[in-house]
């Protein structure tokens, strides 16, 4: 009997459980959606072929000689053909250095000054700068490279197309910042950024969930501070213990991992902090239609998972198909981590990470201009 009253019992609390789960939409919804999402995430990002196409590189010609704008033009030819990348030509070095450290290609190959003379000698060595940003990225890019000069000289080696040149092109790759960095180097960054960005989030989930729940949100009504005051005063909040977050994983970083730091830390502060202010904003947008902890918890794991892989931190952006690529630049994750990563890793200066930062400050103030006057409809209700 007493065996048949336990589970009877156990029945009866799994039930009210259930029923109470059952009668919050937002939990039930969040519930079915997040395993439909993640599925159809991790099915998409890859693709099919487990390779990555139309990868833009940069060419600079620093030598107008017949042998190098024949070896340029096979070049081109080459790389476009086989459909791994796409060839953008500048003018200048400097242009080139600066789309790289923009993220609008993710290679520079150089040919220069005196490229055609050496070729007819026998040897000549073509540059090739790499962004550093992410191995598995920058694996891929350089082995393409070789590859198409193996088959350049494949092809300078009998003479087909180079009548006058019978030389070999050798190449040299290189990083825009001295040495070689570790890989979790590359990663870092990016665990930073997320870490920093996440936690403010779950904390704002908590911090006006749990005021609602407690009752401590209607004594803070009830004095004379304005509604806008509550919302910034709790993202500030969450800011600067965002902040403290990034410096204490900073810290570990440098001292247990060897992590280096060769930008400005100023600016990756400014990025980090208009990264939080950004998703507190989307938090609170998010978590004001419902009126419970665990539902806004369970909405914010919604949002967070699914930007986790497509933010860029463990697989390039560029290997997403592009509908998913749309979908991942509507968060601003996707901007947090490559801005913050541009600065830590390679030295990025304002102007090459400035698209970043306007993004970011843009969400942040429409973000709030939505989520200040939802708020106050959360708590009249």
């Known amino acids: 009997m007493v065996m048949k009253g336990s ?42 072929n487990g390779t990555i196409t139309h990868i833009p ?43 790289l450290l923009e993220g609008k290609v993710y290679a520079v190959v150089i040919f ?14 073509v540059q090739v700068i790499v962004d550093q940003m992410n191995p598995t990225l920058d694996q891929i890019v350089t082995a393409g490279i070789q590859q198409i000069f193996s088959q350049l000289n494949v092809q300078l080696s009998t003479a087909r197309g180079f009548p006058a040149y019978f030389g070999t092109v050798s190449v040299n790759f290189q990083g825009l910042i001295p040495g070689a960095p570790s890989s979790f ?15 403010g989030l779950a904390g704002l989930a908590m911090a006006f969930s749990r005021e ?46 060897g992590v280096k730091i060769y930008g400005n830390v100023f600016l990756m502060a400014i990025i980090l902090f208009l990264g939080i202010l950004a998703f507190t904003g989307l938090g609170i947008i998010a978590t004001s239609f419902v009126s419970d902890q665990e539902s ?24 997403l198909p592009w509908w998913l690529r749309d979908v991942a630049y509507m968060f601003p994750l996707v901007y947090t981590v490559t801005g913050f990563r541009s600065v830590m890793v390679m030295n990025a200066p304002l102007s090459a990470v400035w ?23 959360m708590v009249t209700k």
Do not use: C, W
């Open 296 to 319: 806004a918890q369970m909405i914010m794991l919604m949002l967070e998972m699914p930007m986790i892989f497509i933010s860029g931190i463990f697989y390039p952006v560029l290997q």
């Open 7 to 48: 589970l009877y019992h156990l029945y009866v609390i799994m039930k009210k459980d259930l029923t109470e789960f059952y009668r919050v939409r937002a939990r039930l919804v969040s519930m079915i959606l997040l395993p439909i999402l993640l599925m159809l995430l991790f099915g998409y990002m890859f693709p099919g």
């Open 57 to 99: 590189i940069a060419i600079v010609n620093q030598d107008q000689s017949t042998g190098a704008i024949s070896v340029i033009n096979s070049f081109i030819y080459m790389a476009q053909s086989g459909g791994t990348f796409n060839v953008i030509t500048y003018s200048s070095l400097s242009q080139a250095e600066q789309a």
């Open 355 to 377: 698209n970043d930062v306007l993004v970011l400050l843009i969400y942040s103030i429409v973000t709030f201009a939505i989520a200040i006057p939802l708020f106050q409809r």
């Open 112 to 125: 220069k000054q005196g490229f055609g003379q050496e070729l007819s000698t026998g040897s000549a060595t």
């Open 185 to 199: 180097e590359f990663l870092a960054p990016g665990f930073i950024a997320m870490s920093v960005v996440m936690g």
């Open 212 to 257: 609602r729940e407690l009752g401590t949100m209607d004594g803070i009504l009830m004095t004379p501070v304005s509604r806008f005051s509550i919302v910034m005063g709790k993202a500030m909040a969450q800011a600067v213990r965002g902040i403290i977050s990034g410096i204490i994983i900073v810290i570990l970083s440098i001292l247990l991992f």
